[in-house]
């Protein structure tokens, strides 16, 4: 066996056991996922940044009224990172009919989520902050279910509910909704065992007083969701999900953006990763489990990409200079011959796992069908598996060589 | 409320996935193993079938026999055994962790190097007009340039083999196996770069080549019929 072979055994092995941890999360668990912790209606303070967000603006402060929850326990305020577009006349509408709702208008443009959401925890007047994206819209019971997580132990500091994806309509947006309902139902097994790494913008819940205590959100970095959290679990804190409570996000509708979205999100988890690796086997699960997973994922992927490329450079070349000197031999560039292929072990592993892969995404998909996502087509989920999830070593090179040559922005 | 038991998940799915895993390394190895009893079934009847010939060219001389019958047997040898090995070079290629399957191919390397012997020996007591093209080859080349040509090489001769049907002797000989008797031959042609084409023990071919040039070397009449087959097959 060579060092490709063996390369390609161990990725198989850490496949199989990734899929074999969460199944083993999963079985014994099963009726905890959507569990919510009823909680008292205590206030909260909702902090909305938001940049050139005319078009959605609106439907997320509508969506906040309508939370099932008393309206004199509920202040939003808006962050306008002074925008460009007319986002702060239709806050300053709401702001005149509704006395719970407030806009404050930075003074710059500070070119991410960071600041804008500092400064409307800083104006907050409740113990308990919600931050959301302002375009997006979070369901009606949502507040009410994640609360109970923080009320009823003391160390939850960031409670983070299913992102789902809003009204998906290009095909690239219900690859997106797969990935989104996957993500949840990953995100709340890892949950099961303490390791919920992120609090993502469209929908999360704060206790105030630690993000006071650890400096509230970092400025610097591109995902200040990841790093907050990893923050607050260095100091001792924890971070929860609650799966029955949902928020719907826009996603990207073009390719270009969705990769810019991506690049962005990996720079800011690579920024992390760089800003916490001395706490690698340090700070419980932090340590033990989150770092190595992202800095593994990172290496495997890394590297993947540039075995990937090596090899499929060299058959190319190949295939190339063959193709070549079989026309000047006046010989068949292709024959029958050349198309029979026995398949070695490692295909057999790889076909296997590619299967459980797939079953897992319909298990995925299927207990998120219960709870309201929408069905995915077969073929979008075949799509999702063979071509968009190969994307990510691709958009982890880039985002590692923008990083490195500092060429990164929000 | 956090499963704390939940994180006995990170051992459990370990030892799991080591289980899961041997197991399936272990029927990788049988499924090779069994692919390497199979050559090896076919490789010992192709040796008795190669013993079988030997005799036949003997029994000529004290029997009397037809030498075009002897020639016949060869040649039909000949193609059974190139079938042969390519069923075991796919096997080979596919092999991880057996390594009989390489040791299997260097008795074939012997058997079509005797093969090759017992061709010349034909062709000389016959006076035969069969030819013998001996395809040398490097056994798992990983230089891109020598895969390029091989695979080049492949389709020229199976090209070679269906136009010349009935006419040629294909025999591939991979020339690093250590094989002691092949490389004493081989030294008598100086070869300095792989793959080549021996053609008749005479021509040597390597580098590129057209198929017209070993057309040439085959056709009695001076090319014609490769050329009368290369324009059809335009």
Redesign the interface.
Known sequence: ?GFV?FVFFFY??VG??ML??F???YF??RK?LF?D?KGKAEAVSIVVPCYNEEKHIGQTIDALLALEYPRDKIEIIVVDDKSSDGSASVVRGYARTHSNVRLIVNTRNSGGAAEPTNIGIRAARYAYIAVTDADSSPEKDALLKMIGFLQRDEKVAAVTCAVLSKQPRTFIQKLQAIEYAVIAFNRKLL????AVYVTPGPFALYRKSALVEVGLFDTKNLTQDIEIVWRLRSHGY?A?MCLSARVFSTTPSRFKAWFKQRIRWNIGGTQTLLQYKSSLFQKGMLGA?IIPFFSFSLFLGLFGLSLFTYLWT?RF??????T???V??????L?L??L??????????GA?LFLLGIWFTFLALGIMKQHQFSKASIFSVFFYMLIYLMIYPFIMVTSVYKLARGTYSW | MVVWGGKHAFWQALVFTVIVFGLGLLMGYFLELSRARTVQGVLFNSEINLLDEQLSARSLNSFNTSCEAALQNVLAFADRIYLEAVQLEEYDAASKFDKSLALLHRRYDLLRFMLWLQAIELKRNCESDVHTVVYLYEYGAEDITTRAYQATYSRLLTDVKEQYAGEVILIPLAVNTDLHSVDLALSAYSLERYPAIIIDETHVLSGMIELQEIQSYLDKDGGRRGNALMSSAA
């Open positions: 066996m072979d198989m092995f199989l056991y074999s941890l199944l083993f999360i014994p668990n905890l569990e912790v949950d099961l065992v303490d924890r929860r489990f060299r070349l190949v295939s190339y200079l063959s070549k000197y079989s000047y031999a006046n010989t068949a560039i024959r011959g050349d029979t292929y026995t398949p070695s072990v490692l295909n057999f592993f296997v």
